[in-house]
Structure formats: structure tokens, C-alpha cells
């Protein structure tokens, strides 16, 4: 695997990290980890890796790029995620969800230039977050084990079956020529890694153990985009042994 595809999980670590910070955290006891001695171990490779490579890059990225065409950059990787969106709410038999987010591509696609403009969302057009790992679990597969994969991160094992219809229908995927793929790939994850760079603060700020707060934080909000924020408390099963 090349260096930029190792980049491109690296972001994607990132982003669950930061992105999850703001979660409560539960008592560790009660969390299905039974692999937490090699799980904190991957935790630690992957804050370093983060630490020492892609966040250097993403904080210069950040300093050089202007702030509209940093944006228009995030609008365009957004928009090529509503395919994967799309087909996981067929997928879930979120037809009507389907149908406004089919309207959110095309129109971003087209009068949007491509996705570098949201005109979608000033249209009223709401951006939804569906994957293949919240599609098995409405499907009512069971999370299991939480694991903590090199660069990849914070996952279950539900999720991690899950990343390969994510895989593969991430449109960059089909993108033959090498070297395009992997800009597209290095940009994509240093762009997500910048506008991050703020919201780590509540992760330092926040955590007493790391580790812990970010687990607890990726199981509570995957089990909240599983109910589309109606989680039953009385089945809350990221949190059983």
C-alpha cells in the first residue's frame, strides 16, 4: 500500500477521534472491549503516527490554504460521499431520505460546479450521514467487540465488516490513474484533518483517560446514528459484555 493510501486511513482516525470528543463517556466496566490491552496499545500507535505526521501537514495546510477554497474543497469530498449516503438509505428503506439526497447530489453537482458549492444546503437540503456499518446495524446485526484498527482507528467489529461497502462505494475508488487517486486521497484527509484541528481541544480538555473517553464516545455515537438519534436505552448493546 502506498504512503498516501497509508495517509488517507490515518485521516480517517483523525476524524472519528475529534469528531466524537463532545460525547459522554460511560463506565468502562460495562463496555464490550475484551481487547483493550492490544486496543490502548493501537490507540497510542495511532495518536503518535497522528501527532508527529499528519497533523504538522494539516496545521501548514492550514495556514496556506484560503478559507473559500478550503471550503469549496470540503464541499466536494462531502458531496462525493452522498453516493455511499445514497445507497445505504436504499439500503435501510429510508426512501423519501433517498430521494431528498439524490436532489442534494444532483443539485450540487450540477449548479454546484461539481460539489464546490453546497447549494443544496442553502436550498434546505439537510446533508445525512449513512454508511454501510449503520446499515448492518438496522439490519440488526450486533455490534461486537470494540477493536482499535492501525490507522483506521476506533471501530467495532460490525463497522469494520462494514468499511468494505464503504470502500467500495467511495466513488475515488474507481479512479484509475494512480497518482490522481492518491491526491485525491492525501487531499481529502489533510483537508478533514484541518478542520479538526480546533475541536481536538475538547479531547485534551476533556479526558482524564484518552483512551476511554474516545471509545466510549465512537460506541455512543454509532449506536446514535444506528436509531437516527432514538437509541433504546433498554437495548443500548455497545455497552453490554
Not at 203 to 219: G, I, P, T
Request: proline fraction near 4%; charged fraction near 20%; glycine fraction near 8%.
Amino acid at each position: 500500500m502506498s504512503t498516501l493510501k497509508s495517509l488517507f486511513k490515518a485521516g480517517l482516525l483523525s476524524s472519528v477521534l475529534l469528531a466524537t470528543g463532545c460525547a459522554t463517556t460511560n463506565d468502562a466496566a460495562s463496555v464490550n472491549d475484551p481487547f483493550e490491552g492490544y486496543n490502548r496499545t493501537m490507540y497510542s500507535f495511532n495518536d503518535t503516527a497522528d501527532r508527529t505526521l499528519l497533523k504538522p501537514i494539516a496545521k501548514a495546510y492550514d495556514t496556506v490554504m484560503p478559507d473559500p477554497l478550503s471550503q469549496g474543497i470540503s464541499n466536494i469530498f462531502s458531496n462525493l460521499n452522498e453516493i455511499t449516503v445514497i445507497i445505504n438509505d436504499l439500503l435501510q428503506f429510508k426512501f423519501g431520505q433517498a430521494l431528498d439526497d439524490f436532489g442534494r447530489f444532483g443539485l450540487n453537482t450540477t449548479v454546484g460546479f461539481g460539489g464546490l458549492f453546497d447549494v443544496a444546503g442553502h436550498a434546505g437540503y439537510e446533508k445525512n450521514n449513512e454508511d454501510f456499518g449503520q446499515t448492518l446495524g438496522a439490519w440488526g446485526v450486533d455490534t461486537g467487540p470494540y477493536v482499535v484498527l492501525p490507522f483506521f482507528g476506533p471501530r467495532t467489529v460490525r463497522d469494520t465488516v462494514g468499511m468494505v461497502g464503504d470502500y467500495y462505494s467511495d466513488p475515488i475508488t474507481y479512479i484509475d490513474d494512480n497518482g490522481t487517486q492518491n491526491a485525491f486521497y492525501a487531499t481529502r484527509i489533510v483537508d478533514k484533518r484541518a478542520n479538526l484541528l480546533k475541536a481536538e481541544k475538547v479531547l485534551d480538555e476533556a479526558a482524564l483517560d484518552e483512551y476511554s473517553y474516545v471509545r466510549d464516545a465512537y460506541l455512543q455515537q454509532r449506536q446514535n446514528l444506528v436509531f437516527d438519534g432514538n437509541p433504546p436505552e433498554e437495548d443500548f448493546d455497545v455497552f453490554s459484555e
